[in-house]
């Protein structure tokens, strides 16, 4: 049953032109231009991230690193780049860090670390060192002493050998033999007797001697051929003894000179016991290689000069030059890949193979942060194969190792180094957006045991006067950072406005520092066109316009298919289950809004609403979600004590795109009510908005860029007076719509509704009060809520009768038909 009707007592009123946009009062600035302004450190509202982020950059510990997150343009860099100098210039420089060559085994390079500064003085002290190495080795090899010591040694050696083999042939003379030298070596043969001179017998009167003379000779000469051999076998002996004493002749000729070259080296750096023991090494390794021969036929290569390559194993690999740092290093590594990270190691080909040596060492960004600060853009550190897991494995570690990433190891056939680990004291800071950060920390346990610190950069601040004038000051740093003109009062305060449409809330301000500097980088270029010394409010607006313009080429195509009747759409006339929704499009950073059709459908059912959407995979998760709201709403508010016994379809016409977001939930519900009331909806209006299981209206995105797109169009057919939106009242506060929207609703052409209640948004839409039910629970007659009330008993009753009717059908009832 039905209460008599009684007059709508909830009739929602326009919004004031005033409401619909927060405008700057310049009254708060004390300033002609932001070139009076201080510039402002740019951490305006990040006090909770710079406190996490102080706290991450001094705390002792290995695995407190930090990850910045924030959405992009934030000014996040900017902050932690200023805060990491900050902290850098109060701690010490780093060690400058050295490979040097192991004389022991060269496979392993020794890792060498001096104080800053003294490295790269090492390094050319070797240099220098190698320069006159040569010309001092050839100088005291071919110094006359040394030349005549060795002439003597080798006469002596070879007097003494000669010696020996004349005693054996006068002796063997004898027994009738002489002693003889062939190309084979030293022969034994029977002498002629009487010969001055001695000479061996021919083969001919050899064999013309008696038997027993042949035997004889036979004997002495098996005889004297082993003294000979005995004597031969000490010549080896006496050879050694003789390069033993060409190599001490050699060192005493080469100690001389090689002391020279390193007497002020060993002074210089008497304080570093680990250069005294390589410089130790090095005169060792000399000493061998100049006696052998060695060290003048050394012909690698190390690509640190010419003069150098002649013996490289004695040079200095610098790794990390800190000489002419102050303070901790900071080191932003913009491709962090795998070797980038933690260093490599080059290869040359001699003679057609693959070879390195120490001087081919690497430096990673790891190295040159080491004891300092190490800063990685966490998306670039991703795509980037092995490098995540390198650096988690140096950190683990705590120590930095250059090799292949443990998945390459094996790969490659080249004899590679393993050089000594240099361990790893530095500070990793990542920065990165929220969605990666929640994504390691989910997936990841290893970054949640690393990373333990998090910065969350926030997007926007409350918008006070105080806030305001800090607002300022960080647009005068901005700025001035650009090197651009100074803005003007009347500037600050449109780009207040727009910091606010930015954030999507006339009561806060984006901190989306680039999009404001890009804007003031535009107006910039207005203002000098026109050669004015600031830049004012309308550089401001003109380059936001030129902005929409360079923008507005699909927004003006979707404009002109609905004007041209493609696009279906009215702004005129009323009609039942069909309304105006809005949907927003985000492109290349700009957004937009306009109007799609919805339309709804209801028939005899079992209480199903079918979202044509979803059915056809063009419905998003949220959006069906916001169609089973929808259905939930309706069965609990109107079918509670009886069946829905309904079907219906809901769907957005004409749309041949991916449909997300429950910001139309509330304009299905709406057109849904209207096909079963069969109440008209005005087409003059839009509408957007979700609704919850209770009907009450929710809060929903972009709703500037919404009513615009519809205002758009309606002023491009001819604003009457009656054309709307109807909002959210919940986003009123989100307002902050362009002047000409406000201009069109202070002369009355245009206006906006804020509802609260479903009820509220039908009672706008039809002009039909909703009603509330009594205290008997009856709503007024002909209300619109009356109106469901009755269609669904209708639907239901329709539904019995079917039932029974079809019941019966098999049976003839008595008196009457089948």
């Known amino acids: 049953m039905a209460a008599a009707p009684t007059p709508d007592t909830a009739t929602i009123a326009a919004l004031p032109a005033e409401r619909l946009r927060a405008h700057c009062d310049l009254s708060h600035f004390d300033f002609d231009t932001t070139a009076e302004l201080s510039d402002h450190p740019g951490d305006l509202g990040q006090e909770r991230a710079m406190e996490a982020l102080r706290f991450g950059l001094t705390i002792g510990q290995d695995d407190y690193h930090v990850f910045v997150l924030g959405d992009t343009g934030c000014g996040k860099h900017a902050v932690t780049f200023r805060l990491l100098r900050e902290h850098a210039a109060a701690r010490p420089v780093p060690p400058d860090l050295c490979y040097l060559h192991h004389f022991d085994e060269p496979l392993h390079p020794r890792l060498l670390t001096l104080p800053a500064g003294r490295g790269a003085a090492f390094r050319a002290d070797m240099q220098g060192f190698v320069r006159e190495l040569k010309p001092a080795i050839e100088a005291a090899l071919d110094s006359a002493p040394y ?102 002749a050699a060192r005493e000729a080469l100690t001389p000179a090689l002391a020279h070259l390193l007497r002020d080296l ?161 500070k990793v800071v990542m920065i990165g957006d929220r969605e990666t950060y929640y994504t390691l920390m989910e997936n990841d346990p290893e970054f949640a045991e690393l990373f333990k610190v998090a910065a969350d950069f926030g997007d926007d601040l409350p918008r006070t006067p105080e806030n305001e004038r800090e607002y300022a000051r960080l647009l005068a740093m901005l700025a001035r950072s650009a090197n651009i003109l100074p803005l003007d009062r009347a500037a600050v305060g449109r780009m207040v406005e727009e910091g606010a449409r930015l954030a999507e809330d006339a009561e806060r301000l984006s901190l989306s520092t680039r999009r404001l500097s890009d804007l003031m980088r535009e107006a910039d270029h207005y203002a000098r066109a026109a050669a004015r010394p600031a830049i004012g409010c309308g550089e401001i ?21 609905i004007l041209d009747g493609t696009t279906l759409i009215a702004t005129s006339g009323a009609r039942a289950g069909q309304i105006n929704g809005l949907v927003v499009v985000e492109l290349a950073g700009e957004r937009f809004g306009y109007p799609t059709r919805i339309s709804a459908t209801v028939r005899l059912g079992d209480g199903d609403v079918l979202d044509i959407e979803r059915e056809s995979d063009l419905g998003g998760a949220i959006h069906s979600k916001g169609v089973m709201i929808l259905s939930a709403f309706l069965a609990a508010r109107y079918a509670r004590h009886q069946p829905l016994s309904l079907s219906a379809s809901l769907v957005f016409e004409q749309s041949y795109a991916p449909v997300e977001g429950d910001s139309a939930s509330l304009a299905e519900l709406c057109a849904l009510l209207s096909a079963l009331t069969r109440l008209p909806i005005e087409q003059r209006l839009a509408i957007t908005g979700s609704v919850n299981q209770f009907g009450e209206v929710q809060v929903i995105g972009g709703v500037n860029e919404k009513i615009e797109g519809f205002f758009d169009l309606c002023t491009l057919r001819g604003l009457d007076g009656s054309h709307g939106v109807v909002i959210p009242a919940a986003s009123v506060r989100h307002l902050m719509l362009r002047e000409e929207l406000l201009e069109a609703a202070r002369a009355g052409r245009f206006h906006i509704y804020p509802v609260s209640t479903v009820d509220e948004a039908m009672s706008v839409l039809t002009g039909v009060a909703a009603g509330e039910a009594d205290a008997r629970g009856l709503m007024p007659r002909d209300s619109i809520n009356d109106r469901v009330a009755r269609a669904l008993a209708g639907m239901t009753y329709a539904q019995h009768a079917y039932a029974d009717g079809h019941a019966l059908g098999g049976r003839r009832r008595p008196g009457g038909r089948r």
């Not at 009167?205 to 003379?213: D, I, K, Q, R, V």
């Not at 607006?541 to 298919?561: I, N, W």
Request: a negative charge.
């Open 266 to 426: 060993r002074t210089r750096y008497a304080d570093l016991p680990d250069i005294l023991k390589f410089l130790d090494a090095v005169e060792k390794d000399v000493l061998g290689a100049a006696v052998s021969g060695a060290a003048a036929d050394d012909k690698e290569e190390d690509g640190e000069g010419e003069e150098a390559a002649r013996y490289p194993r004695y040079q200095v690999k610098l790794l990390v030059d800190h000489a002419c740092a102050a303070g901790a290093p900071i080191v932003f590594e913009d491709n962090p890949g795998y070797g980038n990270l933690v260093g490599r190691i080059e290869h040359v080909v001699q003679q057609g193979v693959q070879v390195s040596h120490f001087n081919l060492i690497r430096s990673g960004a790891l190295h040159r942060a080491n004891g300092g600060y190490l800063v990685l853009d966490a998306e670039r550190l991703f795509a980037q194969p092995y490098a995540w897991e390198g650096l988690k494995r140096t950190l683990r570690r705590g120590e930095i190792r250059v090799e292949p990433p443990a998945e390459a190891q094996g790969w490659g056939g080249a004899l590679t180094l393993e050089p000594q680990p240099v361990p790893c004291a530095l």
């Open 541 to 561: 607006e003109a380059a936001l316009a030129a902005r929409m313009r360079r923008a507005s080429r699909y927004p003006a195509l979707v404009r002109e298919s």
């Open 147 to 248: 030349s005549e010591r060795i002439e003597a040694l080798q006469s002596a050696h070879k007097a003494r050998e000669d010696a020996a083999l004349r005693e054996v042939g006068e002796q063997c003379g004898a027994d009738g033999l002489v002693l003889l030298q062939s190309a084979d070596g030293f022969v034994f043969a029977p002498q002629k007797n009487g010969e001055e001179r001695p000479e061996a017998l021919t083969a001919e009167e050899f064999e013309a001697l008696p038997a027993a003379g042949r035997d004889k000779i036979k004997a002495a000469i098996e005889t004297w051929g082993d003294r000979l051999a005995a004597l031969l076998d000490e010549f080896p002996d006496w050879r050694a003894t003789l390069r033993e004493s060409l190599v001490k």
